[in-house]
Structure formats: structure tokens, C-alpha cells
């Protein structure tokens, strides 16, 4: 989870009526947790959810105080931003690569200061690593708007062509800069599948940034930077609109004043950016109250949204909400009704004990899914839980060269380690492995759990076994003996393995696992290029076998006698 860094004296002296303690004891109360005070540091540290990236600077955690505690509640104001004159002028070139582009144009009378920059550069990754899903959707780039000459050239250039990237003395060739480059090394990746590379010029000539990999050093923000060019490119249009909403009100609330800047483009027209005008949900009152096991009039709940930095105003089908426009987490009235608790006071929600009595008998499921574990943990493996939602590339680094249109992708998530439903149990087993390097040896795992994929365009879930072993010397041998032993004791069956290739399998070193001639899982030893990926340094051997397809050859009555 990210961390984000708030001074004590800035909490103190925001609420100078309120005691430090006080102010401190209610954030839990808006959903950040604590993870350490360092009074001699004058820094507390915060730890916040990937769904409100607007936490992920001072301002932002202040202005949702600032409605908790009601100082200032219902939609954080904001002058009108200024029309202007800077103009950017949209390549169609770049339309297959990164088509979108916004920008917008920070002005104050004194100069930035380094904490203020330390907190935006801070914030400026977060939203990379969430919202930008670490560059591949959205990247921003940060300028000095005094040395910049209007209007704004954004197309694309050839590998050989050359700039001065940021912080570097010397000129680099695009292609210099993704092989030699850290930075290129890192998110290379993200372009080098193209023939050309976006670039924004300025009307001189000077390279602005070649996102989403590097800036260029002309426009280098320093001590004496007064004025701000904030621009964002993206794949996807809605990913730029909430990253160029959250650093307009976090650059207002640093002081700056606000003006637009003009896209023009053929693909899109012409735009004015940014558009800061709050987005609409209008909710029933007995929705909410359903929701809340609360009895609240209307003109309660919109107070309590009030108190969330958010409005509402009562109309026949319901009450509209509008919601700032840089609250990206709201999508539904499940999330009108959490931010209408938030603004009631999660403290004062009493503990119930279910008022049901509960009884029955264990699905079928669990019973063998318990006699599972109690054979595993009697071969002396530790069983873990790993959640549903893996990250793109985790799939991609175990799956090293099969392309597998099937699998469940999550929409508009706001952290790239959770973006996709896994369709194979062991990548998880890899990442906890890797988690674990530090640990002895031999590593023992197992994991009873669900995978996902899509089948005749529906989602169809499985429970899957995985099994993985880690230690210098496994292999095959031993691998293949622990799932005989385990079908044996447990079904009293006896298992066939031909051998079959897997591209996450060592060539030669796996197979298929086969129960009363159906296929119910594969087994092997991990390929050293998967093993490479995940940084481990040291053998892996694995299996897996589909519950599902394992139960469907026994009868359930005898199973549950076993």
C-alpha cells in the first residue's frame, strides 16, 4: 500500500481549535491507516488505499478533513480557471501509440519550495503506479513554464533522433535512452514495440518529454520556478481526465492559479482542459439507509455528504450527488452510501451479533478440501492464501510465451497489481515465493483456491490445488512423488503422467496429470526464465490440478465417507 508523508505542524496549525491527538484519532475515520509518528521529524506517515490517489499528498488528506471535522464542507471551491492562449497541436502520428494528450498551466507570484516539490513528485508516482498502471496507461510530466516557448508540438519521431533527456549533460538517441537509461530499461517496454516514439516540441524546437519514458532537461523545474506546465499522456482518454483533475485542485491548493490549455487535434477535435465540473449518481435516501441499517432524512444525508466534500440536492426520483471531479473512486450508490457513513461518523456505528441462528452441514467442497490439507500438512507443507487479482505482468513473466485471450481483466482498477483475475494458481505461488527468498529452505506451499477464465464469452470460475516446492535440489522425482501420495491417500486412486510441454515448464521436465484418462492439472519443473522473472535463485517445482474436474469422477456420497 502507498505511504504518504504529512507534517504534524501542518495538522496543527489547519486545526488550530482541535486538539493534535483529536485530529490524528480521526484519521482511520476516512479510511488511512497510521503507520508511524515521528515527532522529531515533525512527520506522521500515512498509509492510504490505491482507490483515493487524492490522499497521496498533504493538501489532499486536509481537504477531507477540512469537511470532517466541517470547517469547510460540501465541494472544495475552486475560481474559475482562466482561458489562455497555450496551445497544443496533436500529431496524427501518434494516434496508434499514445493518442491523448491534456495539459493545463499553474501560475503564482513566488517561487516552488522543495517540500512542495518533494510532495509532488511523491504524489506524481503514486499516480503513476495506480491510475497510470506504472506508465503503460498514463505518465505526467511536470514543467517549468517559464521556459517554454507556446504553441506545443506533440507527434513522433524516428529511433536515431536525439535530445538531452532530464539531469543528463549530453545528448541521447531515443534508442540510447531506452537500452542504456534506467529509466528506459524500466519502461521501455511500453513503446519499443513501435517504429516511431512520441516527442513534445515546443514552438523552438526543444524537446519538452519523450513520454511516457523522460523529460527533457529544458524545462527542468528548479528553486526559482514560480509557473507550472502540467501535461499528461495517455492511452485511454478517462485515465488523463482523472490524473489532470487530481493536480489541478493539489496545484490550487499549493496557491496557484489556474488556466487552460487548448487541445487541437484532428482525431478529437478541439478541447478545453481541464474540465473540473463534478460528476453526477443520484441514489434513493432508502437506498442508503438500507445500506447503512440507518434511519437519516434527506437533508441528513446530504449533510453527511457535505461533510465528505461532496453536495446533494433533492429531487422526485431521489437525491443527486455530485461528487468532485477528483474523487476517481466513486462510481456507484454503493460508494455514495460508504461516503455518507464517512460523514455520519464511522465511530458511531454500533457491533451487532447476528441475529440468525446459524446451522446446516459442510458442503461437500469443504469436506474434501480439509482432508486435502490434512494430508498436505501431514507431508509437511504450509498452506497460503493468495488473493484472486494478480497483476498483468506477474501472468506475463510465468506465462513466457503463451498469448491467452481468456483471461478476466478488472476495468478502471486504480492499481496495477491488481488488475487481472488469474486463470492459473501457481503465478501467485511464485510471487510468495519470491516474497521469500530471506527464508530458509526448502520452501513447502500449497494453496486451495479459485481461477477464472472465459469460455464461450462467459466468466467461468474453478477451484484449483497448487503445490509448489523450492529448494536447490528438487526435481521432478520428487514433485511427482508428493501427488501420488496425495491422490493415493486421499482418493485411494492412482494417477498417469505423460509427459507434455508447458512453456513454464522445463523442456522435457513435465506433464500432464491424468485421472481416469481425463486431464485434471499439469506438473513439472519450473522453466529457469520463469525463475529468473520472479528473482528466485533457487529450483522450483510445481503442480496443479483443477478440484472441479477432480470431483466431477467420484461420487459425492461415497467422497464424503472418505
Known amino acids: 500500500m502507498p505511504v504518504v508523508k504529512v507534517r504534524l505542524s501542518r495538522l496543527s496549525d489547519s486545526f488550530s481549535n482541535i486538539s493534535l491527538d483529536k485530529v490524528i484519532e480521526q484519521l482511520p475515520y476516512i479510511g488511512l491507516d497510521i503507520e508511524g509518528i515521528d515527532k522529531e521529524s515533525d512527520i506522521i506517515r500515512l498509509e492510504f488505499n490505491p482507490n483515493r490517489p487524492d490522499f497521496a499528498s498533504e493538501h489532499g488528506i486536509l481537504r477531507a478533513l477540512n469537511g470532517l471535522f466541517e470547517i469547510e464542507i460540501g465541494l472544495p471551491k475552486i475560481e474559475s480557471i482562466k482561458g489562455s492562449n497555450y496551445v497544443i497541436d496533436v500529431d496524427e502520428t501518434v494516434t496508434k501509440i499514445r493518442p491523448v494528450i491534456y495539459g493545463f498551466v499553474a501560475k503564482r507570484n513566488y517561487s516552488i519550495n522543495s517540500y512542495e516539490i518533494s510532495q509532488l513528485i511523491s504524489m506524481q508516482e503514486d499516480l503513476h503506479n495506480g491510475i497510470g498502471r506504472k506508465r503503460k496507461k498514463s505518465s505526467i510530466g511536470l514543467h517549468d513554464l517559464d521556459s517554454i516557448i507556446f504553441p506545443l508540438n506533440y507527434t513522433t519521431v524516428q529511433r536515431n533522433f536525439s535530445f538531452k533527456p532530464l539531469d543528463k549533460q549530453n545528448e541521447f538517441t531515443i534508442d540510447n535512452i531506452l537500452t542504456t537509461l534506467d529509466v528506459g530499461k524500466n519502461y521501455g517496454y511500453i513503446v519499443n514495440a513501435f517504429d516511431r516514439f512520441p516527442l513534445l516540441f515546443d514552438s523552438e524546437k526543444k524537446v519538452l518529454s519523450f513520454p511516457p519514458i523522460i523529460n527533457g532537461d529544458i524545462s527542468k523545474i528548479n528553486p526559482h520556478t514560480k509557473n507550472l506546465f502540467v501535461e499528461v499522456t495517455s492511452t485511454i482518454d478517462k485515465s488523463a481526465q482523472e490524473i489532470i483533475s487530481l493536480l489541478s485542485f493539489e496545484l490550487y491548493d499549493m496557491g496557484f492559479k489556474l488556466f487552460t490549455s487548448r487541445i487541437n487535434n484532428k482525431f478529437n477535435n478541439s478541447m478545453e482542459i481541464p474540465n473540473l465540473d463534478p460528476s453526477k449518481i443520484t441514489v434513493e435516501s432508502n437506498y442508503i439507509n438500507k445500506i447503512l441499517g440507518l434511519d437519516l432524512t434527506d437533508a441528513q444525508i446530504i449533510k453527511c455528504l457535505e461533510k465528505s466534500r461532496c453536495s446533494g440536492k433533492v429531487f422526485s426520483n431521489g437525491i443527486e450527488c455530485y461528487i468532485p471531479r477528483y474523487r476517481v473512486d466513486i462510481f456507484n450508490p454503493v ?58 505482468k506477474m501472468l506475463d513473466n510465468f506465462f513466457l510465451h503463451e498469448i491467452d485471450q481468456n483471461t478476466v481483466s478488472i476495468s478502471n482498477s486504480q492499481n496495477n497489481e491488481f488488475e487481472t483475475l488469474r486463470n492459473s494458481i501457481i503465478p501467485s505461488m511464485m510471487i510468495t515465493l519470491s516474497k521469500n527468498i530471506h527464508e530458509k529452505y526448502p520452501q513447502k506451499l500449497f494453496e486451495i483456491g479459485k481461477i477464472f477464465h472465459i469460455k464461450n464469452s462467459n466468466i467461468v470460475e474453478e477451484w484449483y490445488l497448487g503445490i509448489v516446492i523450492a529448494h536447490n535440489n528438487t526435481d521432478y522425482s520428487e514433485i511427482k512423488s508428493v501427488l501420488e501420495s496425495l491422490i493415493k491417500y486421499c482418493f485411494n486412486k492412482e494417477v498417469k503422467t505423460p509427459h507434455f510441454d508447458w512453456d513454464y515448464y522445463l523442456e522435457g521436465h513435465s506433464a500432464k496429470i491424468l485421472l481416469n484418462e481425463l486431464e485434471i492439472g499439469n506438473i513439472g519443473e519450473i522453466h529457469p526464465l520463469v525463475l529468473e522473472k520472479f528473482k528466485l535463485r533457487t529450483l522450483v517445482t510445481s503442480f496443479q490440478i483443477n478440484l472441479n474436474r477432480l470431483m466431477e469422477l467420484f461420487d459425492i456420497n461415497k467422497l464424503r465417507h472418505i
Open 335 to 392: 460508494d455514495i452510501s460508504e461516503e455518507v457513513a464517512i460523514g455520519y461518523g464511522i465511530y458511531k456505528f454500533d457491533t451487532l451479533n447476528p441475529s440468525l441462528y446459524l446451522s446446516g452441514k459442510k458442503h461437500i467442497h469443504s469436506i474434501i478440501f480439509n482432508n486435502i490439507r490434512e494430508i498436505l500438512i501431514g507431508l509437511g507443507f504450509i498452506e497460503i492464501i493468495n488473493t484472486n487479482i494478480i497483476s498483468q
